[in-house]
């Protein structure tokens, strides 16, 4: 446990006491993109703030800084295993403290309402409950380590399209029963430390300065932490200073944000009240203290006997680990977890009896696809992060030992990647690689840095070459070595101009500039790119030089974010499909690995469609045609459409599986691990009936109220592809009985739910026992049912186990004339292994 000391009240407001107005206000925003500004007179040192949910960043954001990359958070969300997710919490608390952060601006707890919504992979799950169980261990794991959790983005920020402004409309009841559920039950149960408030407006109030801040934050759930503003979030002096906003993002506030010196002049003109100035800094202190950033001994008030405490330890200084947990996790440690966590996420959706393989006797494993060789880990936006490796499917596969032959099958992306090895090398030719040159207004070099990428990112500055203002131009120097004959596309990717040359002469000079309306991080991710042919003959070397002036790009203020980029000879669709369906029927099994792109799934924006990118669903139906023997690896952070289902022997869905998807692959397939699975969201069939995220007129209305998910589903009498809470394993169960004691004494539970299921298979398994609650006959207006609570167990073979539930008050609960209210009556519980399959049911009467 973090037992760090918090100083009571009255001392933290002692250290606001010694503080000028000017001092206090400077520390409402921040001091950089990153952090908090020190403050000597209050004993405060420096605090760092880092995305993310997949894996902690850290300052700095490119290669030479790597970052574990756990699954995704729907991922974990698919495990539905807390204790597994409060794991991860405390890993990426490890990774925190190694890269110098104190608080982690993650879990997004941001609901699945509509599997458009780009940030999908970051959220857990559509439904309350299970987010709520997910966040709750996942903050748990990350402050019992002493980092602060920032859960975001409070509230009714899930999808990305004009998310800076759009206005949703949500009446009061799904507001509370859906969208602030999770944040409530991470607040009251987690005690998290820090939280987000969101871009967008609510009912007509920009987040930043909404009343509910206040109301729900404060007021109802009794929260004490830190609210800190989504990145850029805070739009106005006054009314965002009177709101419970506390910590405006990113700093300074001369270049960002509306507060410093004009909120100094609000409080001088009595606009905003000092003391309310106080409290946010009483707060940020607070934060400090928790994460080990306050001094515990500073300032000593010998004529306050109020402000004495015991003796304790002194605070750890910022970035060392309270609890010690930091020495369970070295590379080998961090790599079993993240293999473990991967495959206990995969969701085995369908299966004929071909999984798992057996590998006595297996021939050639055809792998195909676009994402076999080169996999999505995680998704795109400011949850990127750079793992220290990645294994793909493909390496996976090999590693297991299994005679595998590979074809890429289709293209699915449409933006042209980062030059990598095999054809990038340093301009000396001695690794893969690049040499970034950074140049002074005068002409003069300012500094040198060697690269292991040709994707390079700087922020706040270019490090030791020099401050942004101080860097006009930079050179990027490499050289691209053809491993095939054929006409090579090298280009650029980035905003403002470009000059590109090969062997000294120019084949490209551009300035690039984003469309009116782009989301801030789509110019930062996803800018536009410009290629130009060259033509290579087999082993041909050519020396490549990128000129950029720094100062062109509208983005410089934040940062400079530019990919040499580089597409290597291939056939055609046509070519590389017959190629793979031909490697098919050749072979003992195909392994088609199939997904979504950084194009189509992303921060910054909105899926425009559900369907697989490219030609994938033709490569899946023509590969399985060649070859009945056919798994599809489904390797998205959301649900794509599957017309194919019912051609292929199996379907494995596998997220954004972190670093160690393509192990975790080859353990499920092969058997040694089971596809521990269950769908946090529900998979559907088509479009038809897909909540839109498009505003109108600025404009989102909630008009689905409380049926979002398979709530939606159950209310309209549609089938989905897949329900929520699917998946299968590798043995069967059975569910032999359910009982229900009401008002359990002393357990805080208005039911205590006891099924029983026996494994029926020939192996130990793992099942995710689930019950929903519904009220029939009920007065008020509600879903079909809804989940009340699970529980993850594993059993051998023929083995019987008793699975205790508990279901909490709330669960019963529906929101009315601004309170929680229990209608009496009777309420139907029913478990079983999915939405959509209750084989056991049981009532509880309710006064």
Same mark, same amino acid.
């Given at each position: 446990?973090?037992?760090?000391?918090?100083?009571?009240?009255?001392?933290?407001?002692?250290?606001?006491?010694?503080?000028?107005?000017?001092?206090?206000?400077?520390?409402?925003?921040?001091?950089?993109?990153?952090?908090?500004?020190?403050?000597?007179?209050?004993?405060?040192?420096?605090?760092?703030?880092?995305?993310?949910?997949?894996?902690?960043?850290?300052?700095?954001?490119?290669? #030479?800084?790597?970052?574990?990359?756990?699954?995704?958070?729907?991922?974990?969300?698919?495990?539905?295993?807390?204790?597994?997710?409060?794991?991860?919490?405390?890993?990426?608390?490890?990774?925190?403290?190694?890269?110098?952060?104190?608080?982690?601006?993650?879990?997004?707890? %941001?609901?699945?309402?509509?599997?458009?919504?780009?940030?999908?992979?970051?959220?857990?799950?559509?439904?309350?409950?299970?987010?709520?169980?997910?966040?709750?261990?996942?903050?748990?794991?990350? &402050?019992?380590?002493?980092?602060?959790?920032?859960?975001?983005?409070?509230?009714?920020?899930?999808?990305?399209?004009?998310?800076?402004?759009?206005?949703?409309?949500?009446?009061?009841?799904?507001?509370?029963?859906?969208?602030?559920?999770?944040?409530?039950?991470?607040?009251?149960?987690?005690?998290?430390?820090?939280?987000?408030?969101?871009?967008?407006?609510?009912?007509?109030?920009?987040?930043?300065?909404?009343?509910?801040?206040?109301?729900?934050?404060?007021?109802?759930?009794?929260?004490?932490?830190?609210?800190?503003?989504?990145?850029?979030?805070?739009?106005?002096?006054?009314?965002?200073? %009177?709101?419970?906003?506390?910590?405006?993002? @990113?700093?300074?506030?001369? &270049?960002?944000?509306?507060?410093?010196?004009?909120?100094?002049?609000?409080?001088?003109?009595?606009?905003?009240?000092?003391?309310?100035? +106080?409290?946010?800094?009483?707060?940020?202190?607070?934060?400090?203290?928790?994460?080990?950033?306050?001094?515990?001994?500073?300032? %000593?008030?010998?004529?306050?006997?109020?402000?004495?405490?015991?003796?304790?330890?002194?605070? /750890?200084?910022?970035? &060392?680990?309270?609890?010690?947990?930091?020495?369970?996790?070295? /590379?080998?440690?961090?790599?079993?977890?993240?293999?473990?966590?991967?495959?206990?996420?995969?969701?085995?959706?369908?299966?004929?009896? $071909?999984?798992?393989?057996?590998?006595?006797?297996?021939?050639?494993?055809?792998?195909?696809?676009?994402?076999?060789?080169?996999?999505?880990?995680?998704?795109?936006?400011?949850?990127?992060?750079?793992?220290?490796?990645?294994?793909?499917?493909?390496?996976?596969? #090999?590693?297991?030992?299994?005679?595998?032959?590979?074809?890429?099958?289709?293209?699915?992306?449409?933006?042209?990647?980062?030059?990598?090895?095999?054809?990038?090398?340093?301009?000396?030719?001695?690794?893969?690689?690049?040499?970034?040159?950074?140049?002074?207004?005068?002409?003069?070099?300012?500094?040198?840095?060697?690269?292991?990428?040709?994707?390079?990112?700087?922020?706040?500055?270019?490090?030791?070459?020099?401050?942004?203002?101080?860097?006009?131009?930079?050179?990027?120097?490499? !050289?691209?070595?053809?491993?095939?004959?054929?006409?090579?596309?090298?280009?650029?990717?980035?905003?403002?101009?470009?000059?590109?040359?090969?062997?000294?002469?120019?084949?490209?000079?551009?300035?690039?500039?984003?469309?009116?309306?782009?989301?801030?991080?789509?110019?930062?991710?996803?800018?536009?790119?410009? $290629?130009?042919?060259?033509?290579?003959?087999?082993?041909?070397?050519?020396?490549?030089?990128?000129?950029? +002036?720094?100062?062109?790009? /509208?983005?410089?203020?934040?940062?400079?974010?530019?990919?040499?980029?580089?597409?290597?000879?291939?056939?055609?669709?046509?070519?590389?499909?017959?190629?793979?369906?031909? $490697?098919?029927?050749?072979?003992?099994?195909?392994?088609?690995?199939?997904?979504?792109?950084?194009?189509?799934?992303?921060?910054?924006?909105?899926?425009?469609?559900?369907?697989?990118?490219?030609?994938?669903?033709?490569?899946?139906?023509?590969?399985?045609?060649?070859?009945?023997?056919?798994?599809?690896?489904?390797?998205?952070?959301?649900?794509?459409?599957?017309?194919?289902?019912?051609?292929?022997?199996?379907?494995?869905?596998?997220?954004?599986?972190?670093?160690?998807?393509?192990?975790?692959?080859?353990?499920?397939?092969?058997?040694?691990?089971?596809?521990?699975?269950?769908?946090?969201?529900?998979?559907?069939?088509?479009?038809?009936?897909?909540?839109?995220?498009?505003?109108?007129?600025?404009?989102?209305?909630?008009?689905?109220?409380?049926?979002?998910?398979?709530?939606?589903? +159950?209310?309209?009498?549609?089938?989905?592809?897949?329900?929520?809470?699917?998946?299968?394993?590798?043995?069967?169960?059975?569910?032999?009985?359910?009982? !229900?004691?009401?008002?359990?004494?002393?357990?805080?539970?208005?039911?205590?739910?006891?099924?029983?299921?026996?494994?029926?298979?020939?192996?130990?398994?793992?099942?995710?026992?689930?019950?929903?609650?519904?009220? @029939?006959?009920?007065?008020?207006?509600?879903?079909?049912?809804?989940?009340?609570?699970?529980?993850?167990?594993?059993?051998?073979?023929?083995?019987?186990?008793?699975?205790?539930?508990?279901?909490?008050?709330?669960?019963?609960?529906?929101?009315?004339?601004?309170?929680?209210?229990?209608?009496?009556?009777?309420?139907?519980?029913?478990?079983?292994?999915?939405?959509?399959?209750? /084989?056991?049911?049981? +009532?509880?009467?309710?006064?």
């Amino acid at each position: 446990m973090n037992d760090t000391f918090v100083p009571p009240e009255d001392e933290l407001r002692a250290r606001v006491a010694r503080l000028s107005v000017e001092q206090k206000i400077r520390l409402l925003t921040g001091a950089d993109f990153w952090a908090l500004y020190p403050e000597p007179d209050a004993g405060l040192h420096r605090v760092v703030l880092s995305d993310g949910p997949a894996g902690v960043r850290g300052e700095t954001w490119d290669e #030479r800084d790597t970052s574990a990359n756990v699954p995704s958070p729907t991922a974990l969300a698919a495990t539905w295993d807390c204790d597994r997710v409060e794991g991860i919490g405390a890993l990426l608390a490890h990774e925190a403290r190694r890269k110098g952060v104190d608080v982690l601006l993650a879990p997004t707890v %941001n609901l699945h309402r509509s599997p458009y919504g780009g940030r999908h992979f970051e959220c857990f799950s559509e439904d309350p409950l299970l987010t709520a169980r997910i966040g709750v261990a996942y903050v748990r794991g990350l &402050q019992r380590a002493g980092i602060a959790g920032c859960v975001k983005h409070f509230v009714a920020n899930d999808s990305e399209t004009e998310r800076m402004t759009v206005d949703v409309r949500v009446d009061e009841r799904t507001l509370r029963e859906l969208y602030l559920a999770p944040f409530e039950a991470i607040v009251r149960e987690a005690g998290v430390w820090a939280v987000m408030a969101a871009y967008n407006e609510v009912n007509g109030t920009t987040m930043t300065e909404s009343p509910l801040l206040r109301e729900i934050l404060y007021d109802d759930w009794d929260f004490d932490g830190l609210v800190v503003s989504d990145w850029t979030a805070t739009r106005s002096t006054v009314a965002a200073a %009177n709101a419970a906003l506390d910590l405006a993002m @990113p700093g300074p506030a001369s &270049q960002f944000g509306p507060w410093g010196d004009a909120l100094a002049v609000a409080v001088a003109d009595g606009l905003v009240d000092e003391a309310s100035i +106080d409290d946010k800094v009483v707060r940020i202190l607070r934060l400090a203290a928790r994460v080990g950033g306050l001094d515990p001994n500073f300032p %000593n008030y010998p004529d306050s006997d109020s402000l004495q405490h015991p003796p304790t330890q002194p605070n /750890p200084t910022p970035h &060392q680990d309270p609890t010690g947990a930091s020495a369970r996790y070295g /590379p080998a440690e961090i790599s079993r977890d993240l293999r473990a966590t991967a495959a206990a996420s995969f969701v085995l959706a369908g299966n004929d009896g $071909l999984l798992p393989l057996h590998r006595s006797g297996l021939g050639q494993v055809a792998v195909i696809g676009p994402n076999a060789e080169v996999a999505r880990t995680l998704g795109g936006g400011s949850a990127t992060v750079f793992p220290p490796y990645t294994i793909s499917p493909l390496d996976g596969l #090999r590693a297991a030992g299994l005679d595998v032959a590979f074809a890429p099958g289709a293209l699915a992306h449409l933006r042209t990647s980062a030059a990598r090895a095999p054809w990038l090398l340093r301009p000396d030719g001695t690794g893969p690689g690049t040499e970034v040159r950074f140049f002074a207004p005068s002409g003069e070099l300012a500094g040198t840095e060697w690269r292991e990428s040709a994707g390079l990112r700087w922020m706040s500055g270019f490090g030791p070459a020099g401050a942004a203002e101080s860097i006009v131009r930079l050179e990027v120097s490499c !050289v691209i070595r053809a491993t095939d004959a054929g006409q090579y596309s090298l280009g650029v990717s980035g905003l403002g101009h470009f000059r590109l040359l090969v062997d000294g002469a120019e084949v490209l000079d551009a300035t690039l500039s984003l469309p009116a309306g782009a989301d801030v991080v789509e110019a930062l991710m996803a800018p536009p790119q410009q $290629l130009a042919p060259v033509k290579l003959a087999a082993g041909q070397s050519v020396s490549v030089l990128l000129e950029h +002036d720094v100062h062109s790009s /509208p983005m410089a203020n934040i940062g400079t974010f530019i990919e040499l980029t580089l597409e290597v000879p291939h056939g055609t669709d046509d070519e590389e499909i017959a190629a793979a369906v031909s $490697l098919a029927a050749a072979s003992d099994v195909a392994v088609v690995v199939v997904g979504t792109t950084a194009e189509v799934e992303s921060e910054g924006f909105d899926r425009t469609s559900l369907a697989l990118p490219g030609r994938q669903d033709e490569l899946v139906r023509r590969v399985a045609a060649a070859n009945p023997r056919t798994v599809v690896v489904v390797n998205s952070g959301a649900p794509v459409l599957m017309p194919w289902t019912q051609e292929v022997a199996a379907v494995l869905l596998t997220w954004f599986g972190g670093q160690e998807f393509g192990h975790a692959l080859a353990d499920v397939l092969l058997g040694d691990a089971e596809p521990g699975g269950r769908l946090p969201t529900t998979w559907p069939a088509s479009e038809a009936g897909v909540l839109s995220t498009r505003p109108v007129d600025g404009v989102l209305t909630y008009t689905e109220g409380l049926r979002i998910g398979y709530r939606g589903y +159950d209310r309209d009498g549609r089938a989905p592809l897949y329900p929520f809470g699917h998946g299968t394993g590798y043995t069967t169960w059975s569910y032999e009985s359910i009982t !229900v004691d009401r008002n359990v004494p002393g357990s805080g539970l208005r039911a205590a739910v006891c099924v029983q299921v026996r494994n029926t298979g020939p192996r130990r398994g793992r099942e995710v026992v689930q019950v929903y609650a519904s009220r @029939p006959g009920s007065a008020v207006a509600r879903p079909f049912k809804w989940l009340a609570g699970f529980a993850v167990i594993e059993a051998e073979p023929g083995e019987t186990v008793d699975v205790g539930i508990g279901i909490p008050e709330r669960v019963f609960q529906h929101w009315s004339a601004g309170g929680w209210t229990l209608e009496p009556g009777t309420f139907a519980l029913a478990a079983g292994p999915s939405s959509a399959s209750l /084989p056991l049911a049981a +009532d509880v009467e309710l006064t």
